[in-house]
């Protein structure tokens, strides 16, 4: 297991080498690198590697402010749209 | 039988006396009454709890507090409930998740990464 397939997220299966390669190639905000790799898109809402996408991320380049950075989106818990609105006759 | 931990220091004796009969993909299991899916499935021996929707990589037990969401089956129709919370009833029918027909991933592919 070298350094370079270590899955950071392990919803989306994306590995450190494809965020590091990505980061620096396309100088990526974090929001961006989650865009572009799908890192922090998966079933558990980012939660496992949130923190390591924008490390990641800002190790290329300057935290802007004026980026929306990634949090934590509602609903909290993955929610089926049956619990939503399911019709009951 | 099952390398349940029959006395914890901390929970104490584990309650053996009542035992249910589930099934999952198909396949009868025994296990302790309201034991979780997830410890059930363990104590019979199987850790794979589902499969990747991408990739088809066999996913099991992470963090095992409801959090991280690795261990979701499908329980009595129900999909995305978590084997490590939920209780178990009797004759409740368990199936995994297995591997997508389209995957998402040549998304990527083409948009160039």
């Given at each position: 297991m070298s350094e370079k397939d270590i899955i950071i997220c392990r919803c989306e299966e994306v590995t450190y080498s494809e965020l590091k390669e990505t980061a620096r190639k396309f100088q990526c905000t974090p929001r961006e690198l989650k865009l572009r790799t799908?890192?922090?898109?998966g079933y558990c809402g980012g939660r496992t590697c949130r923190n390591a996408v924008d490390s990641i991320a800002l190790e290329s380049t300057e935290r802007n402010e004026s980026q929306i950075s990634l949090k934590y989106q509602p609903p909290i818990r993955p929610v089926s749209f049956g619990k939503l609105g399911e019709v009951i006759e | 039988m099952s390398q349940r931990i029959i006395n914890h220091p901390v929970l104490g004796k584990l309650d053996e006396s009542q035992t249910i009969t589930f099934t999952f993909n198909d396949v009868e299991y025994s296990a302790l009454q309201n034991e979780s899916i997830a410890a059930a499935l363990l104590a019979n021996?199987?850790?794979?709890?589902r499969h990747h929707e991408e990739s088809g990589s066999p996913r099991g037990i992470y963090c095992?507090?409801?959090?991280?969401?690795?261990?979701?089956v499908t329980v009595d129709g129900v999909q995305g409930e978590r084997a490590c919370l939920t209780p178990l009833t009797q004759g409740m029918k368990v199936v995994s998740g297995g591997k997508l027909?389209?995957?998402?991933?040549d998304w990527r592919a083409n948009h160039g990464k």
């Open positions: 799908r890192a922090g898109m | 021996g199987i850790r794979t709890l095992n507090i409801g959090h991280c969401f690795e261990c979701r027909q389209t995957d998402v991933r």
